[in-house]
C-alpha cells in the first residue's frame, strides 16, 4: 500500500520582478509572523490546460496582475521543501517562473508587497560598493566551513567554491552566481532556510544574512536573478520592464539594478546605441530636475536582425 507521502502534486511558483527608481523588485506575499512567499498554487489537470495557464490563474487570483512575459525557470522538489512529515500529506514538486512586468501597470493585492530583492541577498548588491557582509560575516564563516571539511581534498574542494561563488583570493566575482552562491550559503547552514529544514549542525549568523523565504522561494528568486542576470546578455529582457520611451539614463540604471554594478555611462551608450537596440524618437523627457534628456525606443527590428540580440557588457569584476 502507497503511503500518504508517496503522493507528489505539482505546485507552481512565480517570481515576478518590476524595476522602481533604480530598485529591482520582487512581489512578495505577506502574512504576519512568516516569512515572504512567492505567489504560488497547485496546478489542477482539470481546470488548467497547461502549466503556464495555471500560473497565469494563480497570479491573476493572488496578486491582482495580468502577466505577459513568462519562462519556466526548473522545477524544484528537495526533500524538506514543504516540510512534510510522514502521514502529513503529499510531497509538492514546484515548477518556478521569472515573470516581468512593467512597474508603471503593476497592481497588487492585498496581502502582497513589491519587496527590494537586495533584501533577501544583501551580498549581490556591488552598485555602491563591495558589500560590508562578505567580509563581516559571510566569508570568515564559510572559512570556518572550509576547515571542517572530512579531509585534506575536502577542505580544498570547499576553498574553490568559495573562490569560484564570491571571488575571494582575488578571483573576480561572477554576477550570474547568484544560486551557487546561495547554495553554498545553505550547504554551510549560514541561512535561516538550512536550520528550517532540518539541517544538523546549523550555527545561524548572529545577524541574518538576508531575510529569509517560506519553503525554498528564496532558491527559486535566486535562480530568477541568475536567469535575467545571465540572459538579458543574448536576449533584449530588459526592454521588458521599461516604458515604451526611455532615456538612456533611465535604461542603465535599469541595468545596473539587475546585475548589482555600476557601469561607464559613455560605455554603456556607445554598446547600446553601436549594437542597435535603440532608436531615438526625436522627443525630450519631461523631467523636472536638470537638463531634458533625449528619448529612446526600444527597436524591434533587432530580433529578426540578428540571433542574440542582447547587452553584452562584460560585468563581472
Given amino acids: 500500500m502507497a503511503r500518504t507521502t508517496d503522493v507528489v502534486r505539482i505546485g507552481l511558483s512565480a517570481a515576478i520582478v518590476s524595476i522602481a527608481e533604480e530598485v529591482p523588485r520582487v512581489l512578495a506575499v505577506t502574512h504576519p509572523d512568516t516569512p515572504d512567499g512567492l505567489p504560488f498554487g497547485p496546478f489542477d489537470p482539470l481546470d488548467h490546460r497547461t502549466l503556464e495557464s495555471g500560473l497565469r490563474s494563480w497570479v491573476r487570483q493572488q496578486t491582482l496582475l ?11 522538489g528537495d526533500r524538506g ?57 559571510i566569508l570568515p564563516a564559510l572559512n ?22 564570491f571571488g575571494a583570493m582575488g578571483a573576480g566575482r561572477d554576477e550570474e552566481r547568484v544560486l551557487d552562491r546561495y547554495e553554498l550559503l545553505y550547504e554551510a547552514g549560514l541561512v535561516e532556510e538550512a536550520a528550517r529544514d532540518g539541517r544538523a549542525h546549523v550555527q545561524l549568523p548572529k545577524v541574518p544574512l538576508g531575510r529569509s523565504m517560506i519553503f525554498d522561494h528564496r532558491r527559486i528568486l535566486a535562480t530568477a536573478i541568475a536567469r535575467l542576470r545571465g540572459k538579458m546578455k543574448y536576449r533584449p529582457l530588459v526592454f521588458e520592464l521599461m516604458a515604451s520611451t526611455f532615456t538612456l539614463l533611465e535604461l542603465q540604471r535599469t541595468v545596473e539594478a539587475i546585475s548589482g554594478v555600476r557601469l561607464h555611462k559613455q560605455n554603456f551608450r556607445r554598446l547600446v546605441e553601436g549594437q542597435g537596440l535603440v532608436e531615438r524618437t526625436g522627443k525630450l523627457s ?3 530636475r536638470g537638463r531634458p534628456a533625449e528619448l529612446f525606443r526600444f527597436r524591434r527590428e533587432v530580433l529578426s536582425e540578428r540571433p542574440a540580440p542582447g547587452l553584452r557588457l562584460g560585468m563581472r569584476r
Fill in 66 to 76: 495580468e502577466l505577459h512575459y513568462a519562462e519556466q525557470l526548473y522545477t524544484f
Fill in 81 to 137: 521543501r514543504h516540510m512534510v512529515k510522514p502521514n502529513e500529506g503529499p510531497r509538492v514538486v514546484s515548477v518556478g517562473y521569472l515573470a516581468l512586468v512593467r512597474a508603471a501597470g503593476a497592481r497588487r493585492a492585498a496581502q502582497t508587497q513589491w519587496q527590494n530583492w537586495y533584501a533577501y541577498f544583501p551580498w549581490e548588491d556591488w552598485r555602491q560598493t563591495r558589500p560590508p557582509i562578505l567580509d563581516d560575516i
Fill in 144 to 165: 570556518g566551513f572550509c576547515r571542517k571539511g572530512r579531509d585534506a581534498a575536502e577542505v580544498a574542494a570547499r576553498r574553490q567554491r568559495v573562490t569560484l561563488c
Fill in 286 to 288: 519631461a523631467s523636472t
